[in-house]
């Protein structure tokens, strides 16, 4: 064991000879120390046990099922295709491993280690949390600060800043398992068009590809495809195609023929390329560990970004496998002995079973290899990885094709440090109300993790939704950078216009709502990458009653706004609770209703038709007509709804949304300022932004008095 | 189709030639009408579709998933073996098709049908409430009244009164699939007694049984039953035993070979026994829609009677088919052909569906018969009487056998109709928060399908529970007239004994708290049942404000209780919304808090080491000592505690708690009238129960005044 004292004071505890795994890219070291830690070994695996009081919280642990205090519940960091959520499930696409121990003392660890670790947080016993780390080589970073929010910067700054998409890819997306050819997807784009929905693009699944096969475009189903890409560019809309981990065995398929000829497949433990089975049949796996893979596979995103294609998804890559090995085998001759006998229903079980979990079963990890540094390394031992080098390799091979663009990146699979090259998304949920509210709980925790690009799969994936809880889900999504309405193939139809009248009509006002809000969200969202601070908080982060702690279903999004949708069938609003004074906005196509709420709680009317937030004291908010995309977002005349009872300022943030050249400070700042004088409000701007030339001032104060001003910037 | 109007007003409406399904046994019919309903047939199938507006409400549907008001989801009456209660799930164990649109006006429906039915309650369109009922011969009555209330007492009169259980049946019971023998049976008693729990019974699973052999014990684990369960029963103990559906295909075997030589058993087409595999492996399922057959099972409970049990749980009897017919082969014989090929992904999804989808196959009950009147009739179409058939069967046999005297039976599988032979618990549950809340919403909703003897398998049947969940669990359970803490094999054990010292303390208080409450619990009971009232009520029922309606986390036990559980981890309390002023009671081991709370919504503090509940204005609560079990309570020293701004009075019932004598007039009455007077309480007792010698009166007022006062009854 070593240890060492970074920079900003975190503790670094190295254990064995860890396998790097690229998480931590800052924080030098700086010292030396001779501390330890209070853990155990034994056969192989480590255990930390840490005491709770009964008032502590667990925050953080990313894109797992539960609260966004983690106590009560079992997690498992093992990147696995979930397809069904249910609520006592450990483990899901990602491994997120930084947590927060919240109480007297406030203690923030992260586990870098790129395989299974398991944790009870206080759910077998609720005096301890409980960790069971798989190995006995890996670091521990032990972070300190004076709250949630110091521990969280520090940990943002030394894993590095999260990826940053184009603004376009702040519009709304419409997806489905299941747009088999141009003229479904046409008729889509058509739909939204003539019910004048905005729409910035569409998802495609694996429906566009020829027999399920990477980088490969149906010449049945999607002929032509630069063209038809093109044509739907023009009209302002972008395709978002998906890539999938597994490449399909077939002679003649140039992937497959390259992946082989330069030695790119992870192989089996006689050395030759592994065969698991996924969508096409038989797949061999990138070893995206090796660099010349990442490379290699990284350019063949030029297949489609030659299609004018400027986003993608990468899907499967946990990686998921449907079965491997002999498992099938084994399970076809179990079937084959139990033929014509009278089984026992032990027997019976075995051989259902057999057949039930042949997916993504350990075993298969064990047997594959990834080659690191000349070394042959089982997949189980570097686990968490793959979904993070996959998307590192497809940001490598964006950013070369696409030469200082910026590229819409996402990515179902993750561990920390996939952040900085890609989003995500939630993964696979179902139509469900509870995925709703789980939804809202998942989303300051993945920041904490360092995810920032993020949204789950409005409407939901899996099963069958309704109006209700598409619009209610809405109401959540349109404050999520990604915005993604997605459907499995089997399914209902999802979109706004698939249900009745109304439900279009409401889902209309909410994406309407959603372009208005667009220059809020994007300036949140690069202010709180660009300064490793969060963009969705707890309510225990900012307030300290206990309510603030208990209340999971609310949250607050920057410094400005709290949000609490609606998670239930059958409401015409919520219970809400109101940690200080905040202004009630009921957002409805630009138009609003807003009304002072006292500090307490109330049950607040919240029906489908409007978007409902709502604004803290001394806080500004701007917002801007609605627009059919991204690119013809008018900020020209900016609105503001402050709610100012002595000073207030906000920078919004812009820039050309496009390149990396924000890097180099050319972005744009319109400061504001709101001092309350004794009848008046003074207002101070200072603007650099070009693109805004006036903003109208709607300036309430706690009487309720109400002011309107309009000022020239530029 | 000819209609008919009953005495009580309901219209009764016939088409074509229904199987009569004994649901309805009183309502004598009055008049013919000629009036006709818009229903459409179609394909032999019938549609029905119901304009809803928006505020319209949908209640009862009994023990399906869902909300209180049912709107918003899809349903489905088809008893079925339903391991996973996920969110989206429509058909579980029950046919409950009875149910109340509520708005404008309110109208009660029941339609009488024996199979299949699936309500779209205004899921894929908001406007209608659809329903296809899968045949053409069918009952349907509209039951007009002033309000819910009414609507459903006319509904419970018609259909006939519930089952009443013997006073012990509302005692605490432990169970587990796995208490393997006798030692373990016997462990479990004694960690009850030894930590101080009130124990009334113990429930046993198919661990008791030869071989999941019907009226089998065990030689090798559970032998000389009669002096084991003797020894219990002197220490106050009741066994509850597992009667399964199925019949296990053995030869030598009595069961199977009487019903053989009987001809008991269900037929496939040829006219040979039907077999299907459940848990012994190969079983035929006995017709139980034929008398002798009933009266043939109900009789074999007598194996079991004459080792001194008196209590019994019907398993397995919608029925549930592991496989049958040739499904299995089918799937064997598919996958022996997919032997070596390279499948394609559909292929090896058909391959692993055929295995994964074995279980009750809607073909299997499609081709298996029925003898009704001498003629034969597939078990689809009277699919939901079979769970009915076999617990009357059972009521049949054990009223014989038990000779006046009350005996504990509940069925998975019901129907409406079965309330009368025998309570239900709500089937295969999970350790789940969401399966706790669902607890609550589904009880008002059984009570509605006139199902009173009813609970949920506390702490969750499925998955591993932990202490804070059981402990919030038995918060909610210690109401409801079954309670019972069940897990199943492979799952963590569940007693109150098995988590932290803190469980396990926090465990006895609320046990105890049971027994206390166990005369308030039992005379609502008995009053509901024999006035054709609920027990557990939704608020909208008794209040109009728009969040009475949108509350379903709260209810009303009685009229005078509102109880409102906490079902989320990590909290210290919940929100309560107060229709009224109420009297907030922290109960604790007969000592108690209590506070006056005030209408409308406040956050009330509820941790786990007592309960919590609350008292309506005017309203008279009586309780008792806790004891170790049913047997020893004693009503001696009665306490009250009331809560009186006028008058309030409460009548307690009471009988003997083992007989029908009840029915003939042998039962007591505790009529208690407080007049609150200027400044003092005027206090009226008239007691015929010789068990009760003392009242002790608390009484407290809206002004806070308490006044205790002591009055000897007898």
């Not at 003392?105 to 947080?121: C, Q, V």
């Not at 939704?465 to 459907?487: A, Y």
């Not at 409401?506 to 994007?522: E, F, G």
Request: with cysteine.
């Amino acid at each position: 064991m070593k240890t060492y004292k970074l920079e900003d004071g975190t503790k670094v505890f190295k254990y064995g000879n860890p396998i790097e795994t690229e998480a931590v890219v800052a924080g030098k070291i700086k010292t030396k120390l001779e501390n330890d830690l209070d853990i155990k070994f034994e056969n192989g695996h480590c255990e930390i046990s840490i005491k709770l009081s009964p008032k502590d919280a667990v925050y953080g642990l990313g894109g797992n099922l539960g609260g966004i205090n983690k106590k009560g519940r079992l997690y498992e960091s093992y990147c696995t295709d979930e397809p069904l959520h249910i609520e006592d499930r450990a483990k899901l696409y990602g491994a997120h491993n930084f947590f927060i121990i919240s109480g007297k003392e406030t203690i923030g660890y992260f586990i870098d280690f790129p395989t299974r670790i398991k944790y009870d947080a206080a759910y077998y016993n609720e005096n301890y949390f409980n960790i069971e780390i798989y190995g006995q080589d890996f670091y521990i970073y032990i972070i300190e600060g004076k709250d949630e929010k110091e521990i969280t910067s520090k940990f943002l700054k030394i894993i590095g800043r999260a990826y940053i998409p184009p603004k376009w890819a702040f519009g709304y997306f419409q997806s489905r398992w299941g747009y088999r050819n141009k003229d479904e997807v046409r008729k889509v784009y058509q739909n939204f068009r003539e019910n004048g929905i905005p729409l910035e693009g569409i998802y495609l699944d694996l429906d566009y590809m020829d027999d399920f096969k990477d980088f490969t475009i149906s010449e049945e189903r999607f002929d032509d495809f630069k063209e038809f890409t093109a044509g739907l560019k023009e009209d302002g809309l972008y395709l978002v195609p998906i890539i999938d981990a597994g490449v399909k065995v077939e002679e003649g398929y140039s992937i497959y023929e390259e992946g082989i000829a330069g030695d790119h497949f992870c192989k089996d433990k006689e050395g030759k390329p592994y065969e698991g089975v996924v969508w096409p049949g038989k797949v061999h796996f990138p070893d995206f560990m090796k660099e010349e893979t990442q490379t290699w596979f990284g350019l063949k995103y030029k297949v489609l970004t030659d299609c004018g294609i400027e986003g993608f998804w990468n899907d499967m890559n946990e990686p998921a496998i449907f079965y491997g090995g002999n498992a099938l085998d084994e399970a076809i001759q179990y079937a084959e002995e139990s033929k014509g006998k009278n089984l026992d229903v032990f027997s019976y079980f075995k051989l259902k079973d057999n057949f039930t979990n042949l997916a993504n079963k350990d075993s298969y990890y064990q047997r594959f290899y990834h080659e690191i540094d000349g070394k042959r390394v089982s997949n189980d031992e570097v686990h968490n990885l793959y979904g993070y080098y996959m998307t590192k390799s497809a940001n490598i091979g964006l950013s070369n094709l696409l030469k200082g663009k910026r590229f819409l990146l996402i990515s179902r699979a993750s561990s920390i440090g996939m952040h900085r090259y890609g989003g995500i998304w939630t993964g696979d949920n179902s139509s469900w109300w509870s995925h709703l509210e789980q939804n809202i709980k998942m989303l300051p925790s993945l920041n904490m993790c360092g995810f920032f690009y993020i949204g789950a799969d409005t409407g939901g994936f899996g099963g069958n939704c309704n109006g209700e809880l598409l619009t209610r889900w809405l109401q959540l999504s349109v404050f999520t950078p990604l915005l993604r309405n997605h459907s499995a193939i089997g399914c209902n139809n999802q979109e706004p216009y698939a249900f009745t009248k109304d439900v279009l009509i409401n889902s209309r006002n909410l994406i309407k709502a959603r372009y208005s809000l667009i220059p809020y969200i994007y300036s949140e969202y690069m202010k709180a990458v660009n300064h490793y601070t969060l963009m969705f908080k707890p309510l225990s982060f900012e307030f300290k009653e206990n309510l603030a702690k208990e209340i999971e279903d609310q949250m607050l999004l920057g410094n400005e706004l709290m949000i609490a949708p609606v998670c239930e069938s059958n409401c015409s609003g919520r219970f809400v609770y109101f940690p200080e004074e905040m202004l009630e906005v009921s957002f409805l196509d630009e138009d609003m209703a807003i009304s002072i709420k006292e500090k307490g709680i109330q049950y607040i009317e919240y029906g489908l038709e409007d978007l409902k937030f709502f604004i803290r004291k001394n806080s500004i908010f701007p917002y801007v007509k609605p627009s059919k995309n991204v690119k013809e977002l008018n900020q020209e005349n900016l609105k503001v709804l402050a709610y100012v009872d002595s000073e207030a300022v906000y920078e919004l943030y812009d820039d050309d949304g496009e390149s990396y050249e924000f890097t180099e400070g050319k972005s744009y700042s319109t400061k504001i300022k709101i001092n309350k004088k004794i009848d008046d409000y003074e207002i101070i701007v200072d603007n650099d932004n070009p693109s805004i030339k006036n903003i109208s001032f709607k300036i309430i104060d706690s009487n309720n008095n109400i002011e309107h001003k309009k000022i020239s910037t530029y």
